[in-house]
């Protein structure tokens, strides 16, 4: 199995978020996507994994046989998407049963993450790394060969990044492809990366240029917008949609 994409371009709110992406994964390699916060990290995965178009470019997915790429893939994002008053092993067999291809079976996949203790326990009641747990145990109910991972570490301490660690090494191992994005190092072996950067707005074209200087605007934040930045009554241009108030992309 190989993924290819190719010259991927991104667009949310209007915006260019990012374009030109490009990368091929084969059976057993990892990708680490790496870049500031608002780059457009999660936008990629969002995008692979069906869940947003891309302005632009290809995704091609070769030797699958009959599957389609969402066939194919797991995808973990920032929000754990577990149901709060089901029990954590509940929420696997509700996995394993909608995903088909079981693996591992709930209990089992628990006890992989540390967590066979609190199978019975609603999910409400978990801590944010024990959620964050349960929500990566759901990637061993059911065979996937891609893994797509928003942040995989986040609320994890450290015995569990390095359980995960060795879960994804594991998945690998057996033919799996994993594509990540993380602020934080994975320590996958060999792993590709690619760093997102923030598509910025071309240089001021000459007459143009003492408005936007003035505004104090950040590189892309006003890409594809027509109007001038709006101002406090004092004068001072106010953040807008998708932006910090130093003007710098959120
Ligand atoms: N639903 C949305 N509508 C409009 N713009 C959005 C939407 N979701 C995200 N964005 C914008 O797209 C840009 C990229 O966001 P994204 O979440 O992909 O970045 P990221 O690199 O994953 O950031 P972080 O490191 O903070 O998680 C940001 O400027 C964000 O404001």
């Given at each position: 199995?190989?993924?290819?994409?190719?010259?991927?371009?991104?667009?949310?709110?209007?915006?260019?978020?990012?374009?030109?992406?490009?990368?091929?994964?084969?059976?057993?390699?990892?990708?680490?996507?790496?870049?500031?916060?608002?780059?457009?990290?999660?936008?990629?995965?969002?995008?692979?994994?069906?869940?947003?178009?891309?302005?632009?470019?290809?995704?091609?997915?070769?030797?699958?046989?009959?599957?389609?790429?969402?066939?194919?893939?797991?995808?973990?994002?920032?929000?754990?998407?577990?149901?709060?008053?089901?029990?954590?092993?509940?929420?696997?067999?509700?996995?394993?049963?909608?995903?088909?291809?079981?693996?591992?079976?709930?209990?089992?996949?628990?006890?992989?993450?540390?967590?066979?203790?609190?199978?019975?326990?609603?999910?409400?009641?978990?801590?944010?790394?024990?959620?964050?747990?349960?929500?990566?145990?759901?990637?061993?109910?059911?065979?996937?060969?891609?893994?797509?991972?928003?942040?995989?570490?986040?609320?994890?301490?450290?015995?569990?990044?390095?359980t995960l660690?060795l879960i994804l090494?594991g998945h690998?191992?057996?033919?799996?492809?994993?594509?990540?994005?993380?602020?934080?190092?994975?320590?996958?072996?060999?792993?590709?990366?690619?760093?997102?950067?923030?598509?910025?707005?071309?240089?001021?074209?000459?007459?143009?240029?003492?408005?936007?200087?003035?505004?104090?605007?950040?590189?892309?934040?006003?890409?594809?917008?027509?109007?001038?930045?709006?101002?406090?009554?004092?004068?001072?241009?106010?953040?807008?949609?998708?932006?910090?108030?130093?003007?710098?992309?959120?």
């Open positions: 199995m190989r993924l290819s994409v190719n010259n991927l371009a991104c667009e949310r709110g209007e915006r260019r978020i990012f374009e030109g992406v490009s990368f091929t994964l084969s059976a057993g390699e990892a990708l680490v996507i790496t870049g500031r916060n608002g780059a457009g990290k999660s936008s990629l995965l969002d995008i692979l994994a069906g869940r947003l178009h891309p302005a632009g470019g290809a995704i091609l997915l070769d030797e699958a046989g009959e599957r389609t790429l969402a066939e194919c893939l797991h995808y973990v994002g920032h929000r754990d998407a577990l149901k709060a008053a089901l029990t954590a092993e509940e929420n696997l067999t509700f996995a394993r049963d909608f995903l088909g291809h079981p693996a591992l079976k709930p209990r089992e996949a628990l006890e992989a993450v540390g967590l066979a203790h609190a199978a019975r326990l609603p999910v409400a009641y978990l801590s944010a790394g024990q959620r964050r747990r349960v929500a990566l145990a759901r990637l061993l109910v059911a065979h996937r060969p891609l893994w797509l991972l928003d942040e995989p570490t986040s609320a994890l301490d450290t015995t569990s990044q390095e660690r090494e690998r191992e057996q033919g799996g492809m994993i594509v990540a994005s993380t602020h934080s190092p994975l320590f996958l072996k060999d792993a590709k990366e690619i760093r997102i950067e923030r598509t910025k707005i071309p240089p001021p074209v000459a007459g143009e240029g003492a408005e936007r200087s003035e505004a104090g605007e950040g590189a892309g934040s006003m890409e594809h917008s027509p109007s001038p930045a709006p101002r406090s009554r004092e004068g001072h241009p106010l953040p807008q949609r998708g932006e910090g108030e130093t003007g710098e992309p959120l």
